[in-house]
């Protein structure tokens, strides 16, 4: 097929664009061509969508030329903490009991920091986060003689003017290399970076987050353990028992990465999802659900589902 990444005519907006196709020139072959006319392309794929800000209809997006003149072929590849299903495509943080599967695939960040530690791993497990979620909390008070557990406060890891920024983040690496699990639990989404960081890294994340949607590809149960948010109760115990077991999942935690969630393997695996779906007549369906009224009160629904959500938990922390 032949993809078009659709531009919104802001330099900065259109960042990930060029970040897609820097990917694509160090990818191997997609089996699909490129090219700069979106008009005579097969897939139409906005990448975007975490640059929009408050825009969570992304109406930049509905509104785009190529958008309004071909629907059936517009795709999205969507990061946002919590997203709305606008277009069909790839979710990172698509939460499961919104997972629309007929229009969604779930799949990991793209620009995901690659870490590979050095040494041996000396400790149980860490914890170095920010409490951006209620399931976060308990765990703060996790304890064992070989564990790093610290909680941050004014830190954002991807803003580079937070204070102590690139100390912050050498710490957190060398941490995440020093650790054989490292607890990886849901902040403002249903995902996180340091999921796939910890992959990369050849370590086991602890994935705490119920509404995470797992990527397909990967075997999970061999390269991850997934531990309810509800309750701390017996972790630190399941840990220490899934130790002899820690060796044979940090090679294929590491494999996993290499094979679906590197950079380049990212990028061949978003292009696919999205041509499949097009192929698969996804495009089409959906173009025709966003004429229905319904779509629209589904939107709203959503809307005011998620910010309540947002307040209780800013309330309850």
């Known amino acids: 097929m032949i993809i078009h990444l659709a531009r919104l005519g802001d330099d900065l907006v259109d960042t990930p664009v060029e970040e897609f196709l820097a990917d694509q020139q160090a990818a191997a072959s997609t089996g699909h061509s490129f090219t700069a006319d979106g008009e005579t392309a097969d897939v139409i794929i906005f990448t975007q969508a975490h640059m929009l800000g408050d825009d969570w209809r992304l109406n930049r997006l509905l509104t785009h030329p190529l958008c309004r003149a071909f629907p059936e072929r517009a795709f999205i590849y969507d990061e946002r903490d919590m997203p709305w299903c606008a277009l069909p495509g790839v979710y990172v943080s698509a939460p499961a009991s919104q997972f629309r599967r007929a229009y969604q695939a779930a799949w990991s960040y793209q620009q995901v920091q690659e870490l590979r530690p050095s040494g041996s791993p000396d400790l149980l497990f860490s914890l170095i986060a920010s409490p951006t979620h209620a399931c976060r909390e308990p765990l703060f008070s996790l304890h064992h003689p070989d564990s790093v557990v610290r909680r941050v406060e004014g830190f954002v890891f991807f803003d580079r003017t937070s204070p102590g920024f690139a100390q912050r983040k050498t710490d957190f690496a060398n941490t995440l290399g020093r650790s054989r699990f490292v607890l990886c639990p849901r902040g403002a989404g249903t995902s996180s970076f340091r999921l796939y960081e910890t992959l990369s890294a050849g370590r086991v994340p602890v994935i705490i987050s119920d509404d995470w949607v797992p990527p397909k590809g990967p075997d999970w149960d061999r390269i991850c353990i997934r531990w309810p948010e509800r309750t701390t109760s017996g972790l630190v115990e399941a840990l220490e028992a899934a130790l002899?077991?820690?060796?044979?999942?940090?090679?294929?935690?590491?494999?996993?990465?290499?094979?679906?969630?590197?950079?380049?393997?990212?990028h061949r695996h978003i292009i696919e999802i999205c041509a499949q779906m097009a192929a698969a007549g996804v495009g089409e369906r959906h173009a025709a659900l966003r004429n229905r009224a319904i779509h629209s009160f589904h939107a709203k629904a959503w809307h005011v589902s998620t910010r309540t959500k947002r307040f209780l938990r800013k309330v309850r922390s």
């Open 244 to 266: 002899p077991r820690w060796p044979a999942m940090s090679l294929a935690a590491r494999e996993a990465f290499e094979t679906f969630f590197s950079r380049s393997a990212s």
